[in-house]
């Protein structure tokens, strides 16, 4: 891994860490083959792919925002996986999961 790579770690998990590019929408790098998180609709409505997520990502959008206050409100770590833009070494586990 290089130092452009961004690492996705998976802690208490079986999966490997993953490297992408920065700024490589994680949802489009997730599978069930490489990662633990779940998803449902891929475009930040239906919740399923709530996370509780550590280190460098983008912020969430408004809408991911209203998302975020109904479904894990006052969790500053959570976020959903599929609207998450990495740009750094992140820590990503499903939110009933601590990191």
């Not at 790579?5 to 083959?33: G, K």
């Not at 006052?74 to 609207?83: E, I, T, W, Y």
């Amino acid at each position: 891994m290089n130092a452009s790579c961004c690492v996705i770690h998976f802690p208490n998990s079986d999966y490997a860490p993953l490297a992408l590019e920065p700024r490589q929408p994680l949802a489009e790098q997730l599978t069930v083959q490489n990662s633990p998180v779940l998803f449902g609709c891929r475009t930040g409505l239906c919740g399923t792919c709530l996370v509780t997520v550590t280190g460098d990502f983008s912020p969430p959008s408004t809408a991911e925002q209203e998302i975020l206050d109904m479904l894990a409100p006052g969790n500053s770590q959570a976020r959903l996986a599929c609207q998450l833009d990495v740009m750094g070494e992140i820590a990503i586990a499903p939110l009933t999961e601590v990191i």
